[in-house]
């Protein structure tokens, strides 16, 4: 059947809404919406040599981009129709906002518009190169577009960014929005001569346009400049950017790398206070990174651009990083777990000038790659540019507890997850990309070597620089340095979801000697999965002072794997199956082990180890092996002797969550005045300023007595200090957050509530003031205000997504459950609009929120009724929510084994 003569059948049929079946067979890819695979597939390989040509107009004010685009790409005699992938929101015809297309300079009546897709038919298209002209407008939005618009209500001023990863560059412009068909991009920006515009390459102001033969004008309107981007090299669409507004630029006149800093000019003066910092580690670790991959920088120049209330941390445009600003410029006093967090996403965006935009994966199913590689290579450069840091202890706290949080739950995916077309890719974005594939790097590079790991990343690098590649290239090139076979190793860590469970068990004789060694490794999920691994083996000296014996040992996969070595040896104060965290999983402490570490932690002096221990402790915790208030017990003993509040804030995170979400109200009231007489302790005279402001931030989320409120109250009036802590902005609308989060549904209350946001927006009344504002009032534990937010999450197409995020947390505090319980079941149907309209974490956070915030049988029963009752809902949200789930099951769980016994004595020994 001709392919035209198909298609207008099957739109018919369509239309109809019949014949599914005869549709679904005959499918051409192109009539798919969104980026099919197959699609993509069959333009990487007759598709080449593409260029994009864009002149674009941003009006301020202006609620559309408008543009003119010129595609130029190479056909081969096999290409067919040209497919240009073009979504617009589902209300508004394709059509409308395309006009005047031509190919080679003829003009196109027949252009098809088929499903998010425009097809030029093949008769204006020859074998060789070809380019298709057309105009185009697309929106500009505060939210919902991929290209918003941020208005800054200090100063009135106004900053548009585009945001394409990772299909959205179709809804801007016309193209061919899939990873692997990379392109270099020309672009004109017509903008208010006042502003600046920011993008992946170097501008020169164009004063004039010389050839006005095709009507063309001659000079940019009045008040307007030109401003043209030299032509980027090979690109993807998503890592393509720019900028544009009345940017503060700040140079780094030291960089190599041509690097300047754009902010807002609101925020420029609070920006220069970072500047010495941020510049120092994006230079050195732009040299680093060099000398790492041996490979220069591989793009023109390096701006970093801070937006506002940006969607995520950072996105690592080609030669054009956007950071979100209060990433950079902290909005409370930093503690140095701060720092380090902004350190993190400043050096995995630079990674990824290499890894991701350099060499690109060929699609999204292979995301982990890039993401993997930047956060593993960021602390990499911790290691070497800040040296005040244990990077992989800071690796560890920051990473593999939230990799194993989403990694032992059903919800769970492997690192490589099967993608059929992009318009799934943002569901591909999580834990397991973020947080397990660096785990699985750093696990690679200890089970291959150092050298042989670092050569063949330099070989990858190399091979397929401005070009794309996959998970089996990069397995390649490890085989082929460390000349192993990596097929079972790949299969297992990079095909298979889940991962192991690691117990040790050993016996000794009479006389104290080990006779009997074995660790044994199961699938935490129960699916039958086994991970070759490389570990070092701890056995702990009873003897105060002896030295620790370490064995390294390879678990070949399931079962029990025997330890010769340790045979003939003292018996261990206790066993650690992960000394300095080069495995992955579960490696919980038998009772013996336990028993002692929970005993004599503080005696332990490794920093690094100690961290692993008390993450070890906290997962016994939640596999209900170590109940939640003899965690807290410990952490009151013990958290007061850290000295590096990285770690001390990685404690106490956990002592708020057995504090708020596993203990009982009558076990929460017993333990209050304990916990917060530590903490108040810790935030007035601990010895830095980073540990007090870390108490006071555990202080501020469990303060229940009157006396502590009466206390968070002085200090949001000023009258108590938290010694070295300036009281921003931001602390002060946490504090009113804290506050009435604890008020109840009277007259009274809601007079106190309002009272303290007043006082708090009077200090600020800017657009982050506001923001805060808004974020707080959605802790009123009252059921009129919760009706009023969540209307709104669901109904005010104004609000922008940020506050929204910022909001969801406050509305679903934990103890607030029975005033939030019935929402839950609405914010679930609402997933699949939320992933299509949403940016890319977004669903993620939203569960977290609405399923985190309750502890109950009852809404687990929510939960498990609507998946029942949906079994059409796409696999990705059944997966998520299977994810978020489990830590609503776990709180079941654990408060009914711990937390219904009153007395010590009704409870099972440890
Ligand atoms: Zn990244």
Redesign the pocket.
Known sequence: MPLRVFLILSLAMLMCGAAHNVEGQMRKPETEPGVPRELARRRAEHYSDVRYALDVTIEPGAKMLKGRLKVTASLDSDAGDLVLDWRVPKDVDPRSRVSDIKANGKKVDDARFVNEHIVIPRAHLKTGANNVEMSFESPISASGSAVTRYLDREDKSEYVYTLFVPSDASTAFPCFDQPDLKARFALRVTAPETWRVVSNTDSFIQPEFDDTSGGLPKSPPKGMLWRVFKETVPLSTYQFAFAAGPFEELKDDASPYKTSLFVRKSKAERAKKELAEVFRLNRESLKFFEGYFAHKFPFPKYDLILIPEFAYN???HAGATFLREEGVLFPSDPTAGDIAARAETLL??NA?QWF?NLVTMRWFDDLWL??GF??FMAYKAVEALMPEYNAWKVFHLRTKPLAYLTDVTKGTTPIFQEIPNLSAAKSAYGNIV?RKAPSILRQAEFYLGEREFQRAVRLFVKEHAYANATWEDLVRAFERTSRRKLDAWAAAWVKRRGMPDVRVSWGVNRRGEIIRFEIEQRDALGEGGAWPMKVKLLLAPTAPGARPETLTVTLGGAGATSVPEAIGKPRPAYVFANFEDYGYGRFLLNNTSRNYVVRRLGSIKDDFLRALLWDSLWESVREAELAPDDFIDLAVREAPKERDDVMLGFILARVQTAYLRYLSDAQQTALAPRLEGALYEGMMRAETAGLRITFYRAYRETATTVEARKILSDILADKLQVPGMTLRSRDRFDIVRALIARLGDGEADEKLADDFLKFAVKQDSSDDGRRYAYAAGAARGDASVKKRYFDQYLRDKDLAESWIEASFGPFNTPRQSALTLPYLGDALAELPTLKRTRKIFFVNGWLAAFIGGQCDARAASTVSDFLARTPALDRDLRLKILEAADGLERCVRIRARYAAESSDAARPAP
């Open positions: 950072g996105m690592e995995h965006e990824h991701g890039k993401e930047a956060t973020y």
